[in-house]
């Protein structure tokens, strides 16, 4: 990279899937962007995080021309198993949708999307640190870090917020301007990745009495299962056989004994969250992705989410810049509505397949006369399987 520049039309702050995602779409209309991370390539590249792919994130991944490995490697999913009382019953995707969806993990969009910034010869400031926001409510604002030592400040038109939960930008929003919509679930997900070969050649959704598990890939030979965990514990005390151990307990014993065990690459506890901070936009700040709304990862939704709010979030600057701000100004209620259809997806598809700590003996037969009801039922599987395959962006 030359020299950090000194002004551009958007910096983009955080290097995740949103913020890459949006600094290649942003280049194909021909803005300018500067993408500051507070990390380095290898730490953002580590984390283990999504594996399930919609329609709409492949599609603006093909519009950002980065999309030449996950048609190779990607694997189309034309359904999954959902399994309680030791049963499995498939949800057929294809056939109540028409649609699929692809198994290509989060980390491989992000190699992809570093690669081709890096290609294109675009300005990324990995490792800045102490990264400011400052007067996005004026038509000059200005992002303020330094980088190896040095201080920095950016002239820009746009500040795009795809900086995380935990990131700077939600947080530089007056609290008084920000509505906060939140619920944080008594548990998360220990997940273990290892090179074996997957139990089954589609994903299968556990409900089971010590609690929820998750089969799933990323390749047919690198496997990514969950299981749900206390709040209490701490990935240190699991070992790799505590893990498969647990992991079969959950499975029917046909499909238990099918688990390729191995040792883990990586080993992981994540907490389950639903949040949403209304609106997405203040002034010249524009928040997208886990900047402003988590889904507990149950319906695949998050990365999603993502994609579909910086695609929106660059068709509107693209518009912005042939002369029209109006798309800048609905910005914020167009991803709303997608987001919150995703929020209640993913937490009632979180509600059904827990062990929830104060459910009771009531509240399990209930998740459980669910189940059944979706399993005899049609439209109960068409529900469910249009709101995983998700929404076209419109
Ligand atoms: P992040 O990936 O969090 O990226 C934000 C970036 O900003 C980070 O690189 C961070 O280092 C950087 N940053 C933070 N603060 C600053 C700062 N002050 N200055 C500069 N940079 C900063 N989603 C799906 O769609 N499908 C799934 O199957 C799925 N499974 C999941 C499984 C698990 C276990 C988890 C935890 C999540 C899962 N998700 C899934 C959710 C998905 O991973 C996230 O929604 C996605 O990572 C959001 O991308 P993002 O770019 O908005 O945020
Ligand atoms: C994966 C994660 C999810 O949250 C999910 O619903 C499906 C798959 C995964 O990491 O593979």
């Known amino acids: 990279m030359g020299g950090i520049p000194k002004r551009t039309q958007v910096v983009i702050v955080g290097a995740g899937p949103s913020g890459l995602l949006l600094g290649a779409l942003l280049h194909r209309h021909g803005i300018d962007t500067v993408l ?13 995080r999504a594996g399930v792919l919609e329609q709409v994130a492949v599609d603006l991944l093909d519009e950002a021309g980065v999309s030449r490995r996950l048609h190779a490697e990607g694997l189309p999913h ?28 989060q980390t491989e969009v992000t190699r992809d999307l570093m690669a081709a910034r890096a290609e294109a010869g675009l300005p990324t400031v990995y490792e800045a640190e102490q990264v400011s926001i400052h007067d996005f409510d004026t038509d000059r604002p200005r992002v303020c870090f330094s980088h190896q030592g040095q201080a920095h400040e950016i002239a820009c038109d746009f500040i795009a917020g795809c900086d995380g939960f935990h990131g700077v930008c939600r947080a530089s929003v007056p609290t ?23 139990v089954s050649h589609e994903l299968i959704y556990a409900n089971h009495e ?19 965990v206390g709040l209490e514990q701490q990935v240190e005390n699991w070992s790799d056989d505590d893990f498969w151990a647990e992991l079969k307990r959950r499975l029917p014993p046909e499909t238990a004994a099918q688990v390729t065990t ?18 997405m936009r203040f002034g010249r700040l524009m928040l997208a992705g886990d900047a402003a709304h988590i889904v507990p990862p149950t319906g695949a939704k998050g990365l999603n989410l993502a994609a579909g709010d910086v695609g929106l979030l660059s068709r509107v600057l693209a518009e912005f810049y042939r002369g029209s701000a109006a798309g800048i100004d609905s910005y914020s209620e167009r991803c709303l509505k997608r987001v919150w259809k995703a ?11 827990h062990r929830f700590p104060d459910h009771g003996a009531f509240g399990q037969r209930m998740q459980h006369a669910e189940l059944e009801y979706i399993v005899s039922s049609e439209a109960a599987q068409t529900a469910i399987a249009e709101n995983y395959v998700g929404l076209p962006l419109g």
């Open 343 to 353: 929020e209640r997806f993913s937490w009632w598809f979180t509600s059904l397949m």
């Open 36 to 48: 500051l991370e507070q990390r380095s390539p290898d730490y953002v590249l580590g984390r283990i």
């Open 262 to 279: 191995g040792p883990s690459i990586e080993k992981s506890i994540a907490p389950l969250r639903s949040f949403v901070a209304e609106p």
């Open 210 to 228: 010590r609690g929820f598990a998750l089969c799933s890939m990323r390749s047919a030979t690198r496997s990514r299962y969950y299981v749900q």
């Open 78 to 105: 034309g359904g999954f198993d959902l399994c309680f009382d030791g049963q499995r019953h498939r949800i057929d995707l294809h056939r109540l949708t028409g649609k699929r969806v692809t198994v290509y993990g």
């Open 176 to 198: 008084a301007a920000l509505h906060i919509f939140e619920k944080v679930y008594p548990f998360g997900w220990l997940g273990l990745l290892a090179d074996v070969p997957p």
